[in-house]
C-alpha cells in the first residue's frame, strides 16, 4: 500500500482497522505532508515498533533526485526525479514576485501525441500516482529550503487522463492538514479531454482550468493535437462555458505560438472570437523547438503583433516571460535524454 498517496480519512480507516488510535494518523500525516518526513525513520515521536511495522505493510514515496540545473538568467531550477521504478520525472521551480511556483508533471510520459512537444515522443510509460505528484512539491521544498505557494500541473503528461490520482492530489495538496496550498493557486493545463473538464467541473474545486488550446480552427488543431479529432472547438467551448458556469473560475487558454503555422493575424482574429464571449485570458508562448519536430518559434516582432490584435479585440493575452530559457529545453527534454541514456545501456546505468 502507498501510505503517502492516502488523505486523512482513509489513512485513519487503515491504521485504525490495524488496532491504532485515530491521534495516530494525524501524527503520521502531519509527519509526511507538512514535515515532509522521507521516511519513516523520521518520526520520532512514533513508537519504533510501529514504525518498523509500518516498514512491512506499506510503502513509501520519497523521489530521488538526479539532476538539477539552475538558471544563470532567472534562478529558475529543473530537477530530473528518479521514480521508485527506475522512471523519471521534470519538475521545474520558479521564483516570481508574489512567490515561488513548482510546475509538476502528471504522467510519466504521454500519450496526447501533439506534434510539436517532446514529452509523448515515447508515449506514455505510466500514471503517477498521488504520492508521486505531492513529492514532487514536497522535494523541491526540502531542496530549495523556500515554501512553494503555486502549483501548476503543466509538466510532462496529461492530469484529466491521469483522473483520479489527479483529484486526490489536488486534495491533499490542498488539504488544512497538509501543505494547505490555496487552490486558487493550483492550475491545472489540459489539451481538451472535453467529458474529464465536464467532470472537473462538478468537483466544487476553485482551482484555474487552462486550456491548450494552440489553434482557433478545427482544421488546423488537428494538425497540431491528435486530440482534435475527437472532441471539436465548438465542444471544447462548450465544457468551457460550463465550467465557468459551475467554478465561477475563468478559464485560461494556452496558444504556443509556430512561426507560419497559427501566428498571423486572422489567426489573432478567430482567437478572439473564442476568447471574447468566455473573458477568458490567453497566455501566448513562442513556441519552443523540439529537435525531432518541425516547427519553428515565431519571431517576437510577430508574437508582439499577435498580442496587439488580441489586445485590440479586448482580450487579454500575456506574452509569457520564458522562465530558464538557458537550461530549458522544450518541456519532456531532460527527461527523455536520460531515459534514453538508460536504454542505451540496457537499464542497469544509474546516471
Ligand atoms: N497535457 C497538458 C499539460 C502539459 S504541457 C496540456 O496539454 O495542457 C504544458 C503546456 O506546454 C501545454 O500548453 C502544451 O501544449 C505546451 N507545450 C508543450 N510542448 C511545447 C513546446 N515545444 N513549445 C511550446 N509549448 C509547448
Known amino acids: ?172 495538496l490542498t488539504d488544512e492538514n497538509g501543505l494547505h496550498i490555496s487552490q486558487r493557486n493550483v492550475t491545472v493545463s489540459t489539451c481538451g479531454l472535453v467529458p474529464e473538464m465536464r467532470r472537473l467541473a462538478q468537483e466544487g474545486l476553485q482551482i484555474t482550468l487552462a486550456l491548450s488550446l494552440h489553434a482557433a480552427t478545427d482544421e488546423k488543431r488537428r494538425k497540431l493535437m491528435p486530440i482534435a479529432e475527437r472532441y471539436s472547438i465548438a465542444e471544447l467551448m462548450e465544457a468551457c462555458r460550463y465550467y465557468f458556469q459551475c467554478t465561477g473560475r475563468r478559464i485560461t487558454f494556452e496558444y504556443s505560438l509556430a512561426e507560419g503555422v497559427n501566428d498571423s493575424d486572422e489567426d489573432a482574429e478567430l482567437l478572439s472570437r473564442l476568447a471574447g464571449p468566455l473573458h477568458c485570458h490567453v497566455n501566448l508562448i513562442p513556441i519552443n523547438p523540439v529537435r525531432e519536430r518541425n516547427f519553428s518559434r515565431s519571431e517576437a516582432g510577430r508574437v508582439r503583433a499577435f498580442q496587439n490584435k488580441l489586445e485590440k479585440n479586448k482580450i487579454n493575452g500575456t506574452i509569457r516571460r520564458e522562465m530558464g530559457r538557458d537550461i530549458d529545453g522544450a518541456c519532456g527534454q531532460l527527461r527523455r535524454k536520460h531515459m534514453s541514456v538508460l536504454r542505451d545501456f540496457g537499464g542497469k546505468e544509474t546516471c
Open 1 to 172: 500500500m502507498d501510505i503517502k498517496s492516502l488523505p486523512l480519512q482513509e489513512l485513519t480507516e487503515v491504521l485504525v482497522a490495524r488496532g491504532e488510535k485515530t491521534f495516530r494518523a494525524k501524527q503520521m500525516y502531519d509527519w509526511m505532508h507538512v514535515k515532509l518526513a522521507r521516511g519513516f525513520r523520521e518520526m520520532t515521536n512514533l513508537p519504533e515498533t510501529f514504525r518498523d511495522e509500518c516498514g512491512q505493510w506499506c510503502s513509501y514515496t520519497a523521489l530521488q533526485a538526479v539532476q538539477v540545473q539552475e538558471s544563470k538568467v532567472d534562478g529558475t531550477k529543473k530537477f530530473l526525479f528518479a521514480l521508485s521504478d527506475g522512471n523519471m520525472v521534470e519538475s521545474v521551480w520558479m521564483k516570481y514576485r508574489h512567490g515561488n511556483s513548482v510546475c509538476i508533471s502528471s504522467q510519466a510520459g504521454c500519450r496526447m501525441g501533439c506534434r510539436f512537444c517532446a514529452s509523448t515522443l515515447d508515449g506514455l510509460a505510466r500514471n503517477l500516482t498521488p504520492s508521486e505528484m505531492l513529492d514532487q512539491v514536497y522535494a523541491i521544498t526540502l531542496l530549495t529550503g523556500e515554501r512553494v505557494s503555486n502549483v501548476v500541473v503543466m509538466g510532462t503528461g496529461e492530469p484529466l487522463d491521469n483522473y483520479d490520482n489527479l483529484l486526490t492530489f489536488i486534495r491533499m
